[in-house]
Nanobody, 119 residues
């Protein structure tokens, strides 16, 4: 079973940047569309961005033009470059595969990484 470990979160001022990383333990990772999700306190987990095996990307409207998702299949890693951060980006960020028709991800969820945007 693939294990996912997210890192790179932290406290940043509005307008700042962070780069999140998600390291996968197994090679199955490269077979799937991978995604970043986030969950703010009291809210449901939401899709932030995803990236197909071949590199095609998709973004939530709220992050378009500010966030960039990328992947390195050779290193089993997915990245999320976050620029021009806003307080409303504050959440725990998770990576996983895209969801199936039953809203299930392919892999067990990791612990996530906390992103806090505050002055």
């Amino acid at each position: 079973q693939v294990q996912l470990v997210e890192s790179g979160g932290g406290l940043v001022q509005p307008g700042g940047s962070l780069r999140l990383s998600c390291a996968a333990s197994g090679s199955m990772f490269r077979l799937y569309t991978m995604a970043w999700y986030r969950q703010a306190p009291g809210k449901q987990r939401e899709l932030v961005a995803d990236i197909a095996r071949g590199g095609t990307t998709n973004y939530a409207d709220s992050v378009k033009g500010r966030f960039t998702i990328s992947r390195d299949n050779a290193k089993n890693t997915v990245f999320l470059q976050m620029n021009s951060l806003k307080p409303e980006d504050t959440a725990v960020y998770y990576c996983n595969s895209n969801l199936d028709q039953y809203n299930r991800a392919r892999f067990n969820w990791g612990q996530g990484t906390q992103v806090t945007v505050s002055s």
